[in-house]
């Protein structure tokens, strides 16, 4: 019998819902539940699979995101602003990225737009806007290789909700997407260096300003731990003068510092609890009954690899391939990397980043496995 993609990514995840959970199907909290779209919670019980699976890697991806944008209708750094910060840089590789997603930030754009001032500064609203100029700017980059209309307002709505600092108002909670401001002047930034031609045909002087306040912001302010400087590294490759080369190496030696015996990164070894945010996980943190030899996770292990690679050490590089090695042995059997998530043990959204990123680290190392075509 033929069955959809979507389908067979169904029975696996649930088949996986019934090995972690022990539970009926029909009562799984899903991680991302929308009309026929049913991904139950990850787990790090999840048997891992014996070769990596692109398929099952990007359909978690689409519906995921596709999932979010029908229950949630908003966006959000840890889903579909990940999707699209992150996907459309593997289209050589997978094709191109959903056009409902970039439709979704779109219109996302236009609703923003007509909100107040106040209301654009409130609460998760400046990160949403910085999340919506990032992700315009690689769909520019990397699919259609020319800057849109769109990302041109979205950066510069962006640049209108700066602060005089340099950075935006952050909620500082639920790390690590939304727990520094730190953070978001980095994403600022990746997205004012990606969108093709942006920079250098800004005339606007009052602009330029703003992106240089960014650039004096990133280059003066001490980020709070290692998980930002690492964010900074990878920032510094797309927007000049953030930092010298010398701070780039010591960076780049910081990141390889941290590589796991087992090939992997962690993140809890790039933070400690008190770092993340205003420190109100780090009771959360210092319980978890791994606390002491935190173990490698998808998010960190791919973005470690990505930022390393974009910092030009060569993929032959051995640190580099015992990264891959850990990426191509710890995919879970829905196609998910496990990584946990540093806010609560429900729902582990950081899985998602956690399975884009090491897709976009195979990517980087000539090490992804060409896709199967599906019956």
Same mark, same amino acid.
């Given at each position: 019998m033929r069955v959809s993609r979507l389908a067979a990514v169904c029975w696996v995840t649930l088949s996986v819902a019934r090995i972690a959970f022990g539970a009926d199907p029909a009562e799984t909290p899903f991680q991302y539940k929308f009309e026929g779209i049913l991904i139950p919670p990850a787990s790090a019980d999840e048997p891992r699979r014996e070769s990596v699976?692109? %398929?099952l890697a990007e359909t978690y991806l689409e519906q995921g995101s596709l999932a979010w944008n029908g229950h949630r209708k908003c966006v959000s750094c840890h889903t579909n602003g990940a999707y699209m910060q992150f996907r459309p840089a593997l289209?050589?590789? #997978?094709?191109? /990225? @959903? /056009?409902?997603?970039?439709?979704?930030?779109?219109?996302?754009?236009?609703?923003?737009?007509?909100? @107040?001032?106040? %209301?654009?500064?409130? @609460?998760?609203?400046?990160a949403q806007a910085i999340y919506l100029a990032a992700g315009l700017a690689e769909w520019d980059a990397?699919?259609?290789?020319? #800057?849109?209309?769109?990302t041109d307002r979205a950066l510069k709505l962006m640049l209108e909700l700066?602060?005089?600092s340099g950075t935006w108002g952050s909620l500082d909670c639920w790390p690590p997407y939304e727990s520094s401001a730190f953070h978001l002047a980095t994403t600022a930034a990746m997205a004012v260096g990606t969108a093709?031609?942006?920079?250098a045909g800004l005339q606007d002087e009052a602009v330029k300003a703003r992106v240089e306040r960014l650039q004096q912001y990133l280059a003066t302010e001490k980020p709070r731990q290692d998980y930002d400087r690492t964010l900074l590294l990878w920032a510094s490759t797309r927007l000049p003068g953030v930092l010298t080369a010398e701070q780039q190496k010591e960076l780049v030696e910081l990141v390889l510092s941290k590589q796991q015996a087992d090939g992997g990164w962690s993140i809890r070894t790039f933070g400690a609890p008190e770092e993340w945010g205003a420190g109100n996980r780090a %009771?959360?943190?210092?319980?978890? /009954?791994e606390f002491a030899t935190p173990p490698s996770d998808g998010h960190q292990t791919g973005l470690a690899i990505v930022v390393l690679r974009e910092s030009g050490i060569l993929a032959t590089d051995p640190r580099i391939q015992r990264g891959v090695t850990?990426?191509?042995?710890n995919q879970r059997a829905s196609g998910r990397w496990w990584t946990r998530s540093l806010n609560t043990d429900s729902w582990h959204f950081i899985t998602y980043s956690g399975t884009a990123l090491p897709l976009l680290a195979l990517s980087h190392c000539e090490a992804l496995p060409a896709k199967v075509a599906t019956p």
């Open positions: 699976s692109v %398929e289209s050589a590789r #997978l094709g191109k /990225p @959903s /056009p409902a997603i970039r439709e979704h930030f779109v219109a996302s754009l236009a609703a923003f737009e007509k909100k @107040s001032p106040e %209301e654009q500064q409130t @609460s998760v609203a400046p990397h699919v259609t290789k020319s #800057l849109s209309p769109e700066q602060r005089d093709p031609g942006w920079l %009771e959360k943190l210092r319980a978890e /009954p850990w990426l191509k042995g």
